[in-house]
């Protein structure tokens, strides 16, 4: 079993994301982004999940009204592509 540091991503939010920030209020450590005292809040088409910072405790998919959240491992797909787009965020590539 991979170690923390290995896990490239552990959850992720995808297309059905409404950007309602419920995720946002429910994260105890602040891993989504971006947050309303960042400048592209405001035009933000969805949220991102920092994996780094992430402590796998899944509040943010007990939290979303649309189920947009998903472990990365059992993401559907058709929103596959979005554990990409997520790590492209954070400009992480690849490997995290």
């Known amino acids: ?5 290995e896990v490239v991503v552990a ?3 995808a297309a ?3 950007a309602d920030y419920s995720c ?3 994260c105890p450590v ?3 982004r971006p947050t ?3 400048p592209e809040f405001d035009r933000a088409e969805q949220l991102y999940i920092d ?3 992430c402590i796998d405790c899944a509040a943010c ?3 979303c009204p649309v189920d947009a959240v998903f472990d990365a491992e059992r993401i559907p797909d058709r929103w596959r592509h979005y554990v990409g787009v997520n790590r492209d965020y954070f400009g992480r590539g690849e490997n995290g």
């Open 11 to 13: 959850f992720v939010i």
């Open 36 to 38: 309303p005292d960042e």
């Open 24 to 26: 946002l209020e429910a």
């Open 1 to 5: 079993m991979p170690t923390r540091s």
């Open 61 to 63: 998919v007990e939290a």
């Open 51 to 53: 994996s780094r910072s």
């Open 30 to 32: 602040g891993c989504i």
């Open 16 to 18: 059905p994301c409404v």
